[in-house]
């Protein structure tokens, strides 16, 4: 099936920012539509997001130029093509942008193509979107779908929320639940405690960027003590049935070779330092998982890390790997992380990515699909995650509707594969 025109336009993020959306469109008439996220605590290595500058229009954060990259370079190239080959319209995106960082035509002009043909391309074989995205990485029809652990954001911190705790993201795993259905109820009942122990408090339950509540906790460990409390009110057992998982989101918090934790008031912190807070609070609580515990630059933190961990926990690189299948090799050469974050606006096309997952599996490293903190109503995730049998996914809270939005997706088509879905385990569970 040929494409017969792209065509995109600007539209709003979760958090109001102006982002891209492509349409592209199939000589039959069908069609189908991608808009692209946009990460706050965003990684030095990643694929360029294209923004215009100009403060008359959103703050300089308009999306004009990517827009027009789409409509008058993309579009004209790819016409004609068949939109089931996915890496052939990559490539030719690739090599019309010609840089490292798609810093000519952006990251997000890509993107949005990128992820609209492969939408495209599921309309084009009349199966499901996740069905089509299996046939990328196994050509052979897929008998079970692994359905993915989520990762549940149900406490924010660093950017994504301003006064909270220093560290970005304090999450959830329903590790127990025996589907997707379960696991995202265990996860609202949890989700739902804990904003009353806030409000009992005193404090405010407004949430942040993705969703997990901001209060003005007096510490950065006092929200595990908060969430280890609605774990048990919420009737389940921490670390059998609900287990703990970190983003610090590390970079935000490393000023001249130091980490600084200002809610503890603790600053100048080496990476052992750092690494020995990670070792208490794995003693203390059920954290089977850290994500960017470390700078994006400190391979010597995370190696230490690793092996103070000695592999009974996951540890998570993201602004490390940036989805670069070159940075993740040189994380295995490191011995710095024994789990990759998948996000595809990072790189800039479903190929690129698809390639990050195939090495990782390859060097029996884990995946996880994320979002970002800037995202879209459209959920992508919940299907990229169960089409790439991935087994993990980080979407976010039990509240906004961008977040929410994901989970229904998942429970959708959990319900739909019936007996074909199975629900993944977690390979390094304490």
Known sequence: MKIKTIRAHELLDSRGNPTIEAVAVLENGSM????????AST????????????????????????????????????AGMDVRDQKGIDQTMLELDGTAKKSRLGANAILSVSIACLKAGAVAEGIPFYAYVSTLLDPEPAGKFIMPIPMMNVLNGGKHAEGSADMQEYMIMPVGAPCIVEAVRWGAEVFHRLGKIIQDKSWPTTVGDEGGYAPPVKSNEEPLQLIMQAIEKAGYRPGEQVAIALDPAATELHVDNKYHLEKDGRKDLTYEQMVDLYEDWIRKYPIISIEDGLAEEDWSGFNHLMEETEGKIQIVGDDLFVTNAQRVRIGIWENAANSVLIKVNQIGTITEALETIKLAREHEMTCIISHRSGETELPFEADFAVGTHVGQIKIGSLSRSERVAEYNQLMRIERELGDRAEVATFRLRK
């Open 32 to 39: 189908a539509a991608a808009m692209v996220p946009s990460g």
């Open 43 to 78: 990684g030095q290595h990643e694929a360029l997001e294209l923004r215009d500058g100009d403060p008359a229009r959103y703050l300089g954060r308009g999306v004009l130029k990517a827009v027009a990259h789409v409509n008058d370079e993309i579009a004209p190239a790819l």
